[in-house]
């Protein structure tokens, strides 16, 4: 099945500065990534995805970027904020076995 | 996107109980799924909660410890058996649908469960 391995585990940055995390996947048939930025107490909340045929989406303070070939894709916020503050987790949609498979998480800390 | 509510949002319950978890969502899904969240940990799929028929397990999940009905297209219910503190978890139902639909997964609460 689909092997998602996510960098770093915690990440710590100033307000105001950007914050990425990176993850790569083994299946290269792979062709949904998103994102989800889970809060204390709270579910996982969808926040981007990127499918294969793009190589860059952008939402407003945040982005994703895809590299089919090296097989990693990666999350970039931008102008970081406290609200930022949460654990970050990627996934990819197996084309073999029709599911997610999600990273292990990126606890990200802002400092105001 | 839909939107999934979760009964109960938290319980604590003593080992050798049961208890059943529901998943309501505000529109028709085809697909529901139910994960598991272990205290610091990442997803890790149980179970798609098929409608009309069995649910489909992942490996090291079975029918007996985590027994799931589908009764219709909004609804769904995650029994967990006999617990033991192993058991403590945030157990999550997630269904797919969204406006470009294909893959895109939706996630509810979750339910805090503490085994004593």
């Known amino acids: 099945g689909e092997n998602v391995e996510q960098h770093p585990s915690t990440l710590s940055v100033q307000e105001g500065d950007s914050a990425v995390i990176k993850c790569t996947y083994s299946d290269s048939a792979s062709n949904y990534f998103p994102w989800y930025k889970q809060e204390l107490g709270k579910g996982p909340q969808l926040i981007i995805d990127?499918?294969?045929?793009?190589g860059e989406k952008k939402d407003q303070r945040i982005a994703v970027t895809l590299n089919k070939t090296a097989k990693h894709f990666s999350l970039h916020i931008t102008e970081t904020q406290p609200e930022d503050s949460a654990v970050y987790f990627c996934a990819a949609y197996g084309s073999n076995d029709y599911k997610l498979s999600f990273g292990a998480g990126t606890t990200v800390t802002v400092r105001a | 996107s839909a939107v999934i509510s979760q009964k109960p949002s938290r319980d604590i319950c003593q080992r050798g109980t049961s208890l059943t978890i529901q998943c309501q969502v505000d529109?028709?899904?085809?697909?529901m799924f139910w994960y598991r969240q272990q205290p610091g940990q990442s997803l890790t799929l149980i179970a798609t909660?098929?409608?009309?028929?069995?649910?489909?397990?992942e490996s090291g999940f079975v029918i007996d410890k985590f027994p799931i009905s589908r009764p219709n297209l909004t609804f769904s219910t995650l029994t967990v058996s006999n617990m033991s503190p192993e058991d403590s978890s945030i157990y999550l139902c997630?269904?797919?649908?969204?406006?470009?639909?294909?893959?895109?997964?939706?996630f509810g609460p979750g339910t805090r469960l503490t085994v004593t």
């Open positions: 997630s269904v797919e649908g969204g406006t470009d639909s294909s893959y895109e997964q939706y």
């Open positions: 529109s028709q899904v085809t697909m």
């Open positions: 990127i499918r294969s045929n793009v």
């Open positions: 909660a098929n409608q009309g028929s069995e649910a489909t397990y």
